[in-house]
């Protein structure tokens, strides 16, 4: 075992699994498979049992996890002492196309991150075979990041099977089919996101006359893994259902997913009254189709957010809202 990224001494500031997780983006369960399996990271234990990382074993772990969605495998990495995971990670910027911004690999390359994987789920669903497609989703989420999951297979993965239904290479029974499996793979990975203890609340839905619920799905898994509690409450939730989740007391904000504009007569009055029924304490995030993206930023009391990526990063800025044990 490499004893370098073993926590430090007594008096080195000790951090949650929570806080582990929502400052590097690595899922609470993903991380228990990296230590368990591989011994990639050594966190103390508090007197309860409880993991504590420190500073150093932070670093650690976005060192693994910007390598790993670089291409390496977690189990060609994990033995490596800190110092070479930095010298790695060097040469892994140096490779990249030099850029004026200091843009994580993992974010450049998350479009192509999955580019063999995802011609393999597409002929899992062309076979109908749910079985291969099912185990594969569950291959792919063990090894990424939590986001390299979310923007670099799963969004890429519905694109395509939107453009294979309107090519004709796919009929609605295989979109049905492969829709309810990536379904059941969401739901398994937000649950197994999920952290104990008091977390603040976040409401995923998509409002009245919106039936497309995977914007609102992924929407609760990234919550998920920026250490909040999503609420998934499922499509086409009317304003004053919303509004009767967002009354409860950890609920601090609610995101909406529209991917249809024109299935509302009026979208703008409808999120108005989202807003109106709503506690003014609780902040309201709107992603999906541009014309909605538009119609959000027209709206008091909106936020608007153009990518999951994003609104990781809003609820992770959030971190004063975290109640984090000591």
């Not at 650690?60 to 990495?77: E, K």
Request: one cysteine or more; charged letters at 25%; a negative charge.
């Amino acid at each position: 075992m490499i004893s370098d990224h073993r926590s430090g001494s007594a008096t080195e500031p000790l951090f949650p699994v929570r806080v582990a997780v929502s400052r590097t983006g690595v899922a609470a369960h993903l991380l228990r498979a990296w230590e368990r399996r591989y011994g990639a990271v050594e966190p103390d234990r508090s007197r309860g049992g409880q993991r504590r990382y420190s500073e150093r074993e932070i670093e650690r772990i976005r060192l693994l996890r910007d390598l790993v969605a670089a291409g390496h495998s977690i189990g060609s990495i994990a033995h490596r002492s800190t110092d070479e995971l930095r010298e790695l990670m060097a040469a892994e910027r140096e490779l990249a196309s030099p850029s004026p911004v200091d843009t994580p690999v993992r974010e450049r390359r998350a479009d192509t991150l999955f580019h063999e994987e995802l011609g393999t789920a597409m002929s899992a669903v062309e076979d109908r075979d749910t079985a291969s497609l099912r185990a594969l989703l569950g291959r792919v989420a063990l090894s990424a990041t939590s986001f390299g999951f979310v923007q670099g297979f799963i969004v890429p993965l519905l694109r395509e099977l939107g453009s294979a239904w309107k090519r004709g290479s796919i009929g609605v029974a295989e979109e049905h089919l492969a829709s309810a499996v990536i379904r059941e793979v969401l739901g398994v990975q937000i649950q197994a996101a999920e952290l104990p203890g008091a977390v603040p609340g976040v409401v995923c839905t998509t409002p009245s006359g919106q039936l497309h619920e995977f914007g609102a799905l992924l929407a609760a898994l990234t919550a998920a893994h920026a250490g909040w509690r999503p609420i998934y409450a499922g499509p086409d939730l009317p304003s004053v259902e919303i509004a009767r989740l967002a009354e409860s007391p950890d609920v601090r904000a609610v995101a909406l997913s529209v991917l249809h504009p024109s299935a509302s007569s009026s979208l703008e009055d409808l999120l108005a009254e989202v807003r109106r029924a709503t506690p003014a304490s609780v902040k309201l995030y709107l992603g999906g189709h541009p014309a909605a993206v538009r119609t959000g930023t027209a709206t008091p009391g909106f936020s608007v957010l153009e990518s999951y990526e994003e609104f990781r990063d809003v609820l992770a800025e959030s971190a004063s809202l975290l109640r984090v044990d000591t």
